[in-house]
């Protein structure tokens, strides 16, 4: 059994920061990517930033130079700092991580229940 919990959503004036953290936890053997996802209302999700084995990222062109993920291996927690955030970063942001949940297994995708981001003034 694999959980993500996400946390620290919220609502922030436009120019402002948030940061995001996303925990895995359970039956972990290793962790390759982990990224963060967001979905708008009348929208399909995206991607917003990915990290793989804790060092290549990518990110979505909308957020480059102002999000940056990062991952801290040892707590299978990744985290997105976003700054100067804008209206249209409104969405519920979902973090996803693949996961092997055993020695030989499968790596399978895993999904947090998301988190709720609101820029407005």
């Known amino acids: 059994q694999v959980q993500l919990v996400e946390s620290g959503g919220g609502l922030v004036q436009p120019g402002g920061s948030l940061r995001l953290s996303c925990a895995a936890s359970?039956?972990?053997?290793?962790?390759?990517?982990m990224g963060w996802y967001r979905q708008a209302p009348g929208k399909e999700r995206e991607l917003v930033a990915i990290i793989i084995s804790g060092v290549s990222t990518k990110y979505a062109d909308s957020v480059k130079g102002r999000f940056t993920i990062s991952r801290d291996n040892a707590e299978n927690t990744v985290y997105l700092q976003m700054n100067s955030l804008k209206p249209e970063d409104t969405a519920v942001y979902y973090c996803?991580?693949?996961?092997?949940?055993?020695?030989?297994?499968?790596?399978?995708?895993?999904w947090g229940q998301g988190t709720q981001v609101t820029v407005s003034s």
């Open positions: 359970g039956n972990i053997h290793s962790i390759t990517a």
């Open positions: 996803n991580a693949d996961i092997q949940t055993g020695w030989g297994a499968t790596f399978d995708d895993y």
